[in-house]
């Protein structure tokens, strides 16, 4: 498992374009006019983590499975999507279920992109959005309390999971009406799987692209400060990234990307940047699995315990989980392998209350 990002903006702020390019296709049509996305897009790429090829090298594995990243790229949003206007509408849907929202902000000026605002003004195109994705949720709130509050009447297990869900859909829609996103609702830890089944746009955690010209892809502008501002005031994530030179580095063979995010001032692109403040907010981290085979990453959050990641590989890993044989990433490297790092006492049995650490190289025992 990887994590599923839903890409949303205005028309003409370059979505398309650095989906294109992030996703290494030509999916997406990228030109300058509104709702040129006809359909939603959808790309799955490998998240770029280079402890992957050491492990490998190391092990002489047959083969390296990154994990994963999912984008999905929908029409230009604009002021009245929620009620119908623009092309938008029609493919709210397909972003109800994802990880996180990536929102691309345009931070550039150039005379010849119009803007569907007839000015740059990112946080103006923010409030647009977010307004909009707030109407949504509330509409589709307001249609379900009715029927809700009848089944609550009632007596059972079905009554109560419907109160369960009255609480929740009446606090989630305080906060609406008071032009506040869903995210902010107050929940208890065992609230949080019926929370998410209300696929709420406004629920997932925002990561703002801040797009701008080639010149401020280093650097960022005032444009994108004021993002980036605005993000932290609210708890959510900013990166500065060009799509021009993602565009341009996608077309670029392997070997010669290096050089090239060296000429324009950059240490890793804008993808590496994405996933990893992706990873940041949502609480993501990685563990391997190395053999001969394969050597494979695999995504779990933050503070997931032995039994629970050994599930991510398959359910009877977790069900019949014993114990964990555990290396640390920077220790398997040191000693050499699994053989040195057994030698050198670096290996460790870990239990099922073992708290899964970023990097761990881990081999799982279980019983059938």
Same mark, same amino acid.
């Given at each position: 498992m990887g994590f599923k990002c839903g890409i949303v903006g205005l028309p003409n702020v370059g979505k398309s374009t650095l989906f294109n390019a992030l996703t290494q296709t030509a999916a997406a049509q990228a030109a300058n006019y509104p709702f040129c996305t006809i359909e939603p897009n959808v790309g799955e790429i490998a998240v770029p983590d280079p402890r992957l090829e050491k492990l490998s090298a190391i092990a002489n594995s047959a083969q390296i499975i990154p994990t994963r990243i999912t984008f999905v790229d929908i029409a230009g949003l *604009?002021?009245?999507?929620?009620?119908?206007?623009?092309?938008?509408?029609?493919?709210?849907?397909?972003?109800?279920? *994802?990880?996180?929202?990536?929102h691309v902000v345009r931070c550039f000026v150039d005379t010849d992109i119009t803007h569907v605002e007839g000015k740059i003004d990112p946080i103006a195109d923010i409030e647009i959005i977010e307004t909009e994705l707030m109407l949504a949720d509330l509409d589709s709130l307001e249609k379900r309390v009715d029927n809700l509050e009848k089944k609550a009447k009632g007596t059972g297990e079905d009554a109560k999971q419907a109160k369960e869900m009255l609480d929740l859909i009446k606090r989630a829609l305080v906060l609406l009406r008071d032009g506040k996103p869903a995210r902010l609702v107050e929940r208890k830890p065992d609230e949080e799987k019926l929370f998410h089944s209300l696929g709420l746009l406004t629920s997932a955690p925002v990561l703002y692209a801040c797009n701008v010209e080639e010149a401020s892809a280093a650097t960022g502008n005032d444009f994108s400060r004021k993002v980036e501002a605005r993000a932290k005031e609210e708890g959510a994530v900013a990166v500065v990234i060009s799509a021009k030179i993602e565009s341009e580095i996608a077309a670029l063979p392997e070997s010669e990307r290096a050089d090239y995010l060296e000429a324009v001032g950059l240490k890793e692109t804008g993808l590496d940047r994405l996933v990893q403040a992706g990873y940041a907010l949502l609480h993501l981290v990685t563990y391997f699995t190395v053999g001969p085979k394969e050597t494979r990453a695999w995504t779990i959050t933050q503070g997931t315990k032995g039994p629970a990641a050994a599930g991510v590989i398959h359910s009877d890993f977790e069900k019949g989980f014993i114990r964990a044989e555990t290396i640390a990433y920077d220790d398997y490297i040191a000693t050499g392998g699994e053989a040195g790092a057994r030698d050198a006492g670096k290996m460790r049995l870990e239990g099922k209350e073992y708290v899964v650490a970023d990097g761990d190289v881990m081999h799982f025992r279980f019983a059938n």
């Open positions: *604009v002021r009245g999507a929620s009620k119908g206007e623009g092309l938008g509408n029609q493919f709210l849907a397909t972003i109800r279920e *994802v990880d996180a929202i990536v």
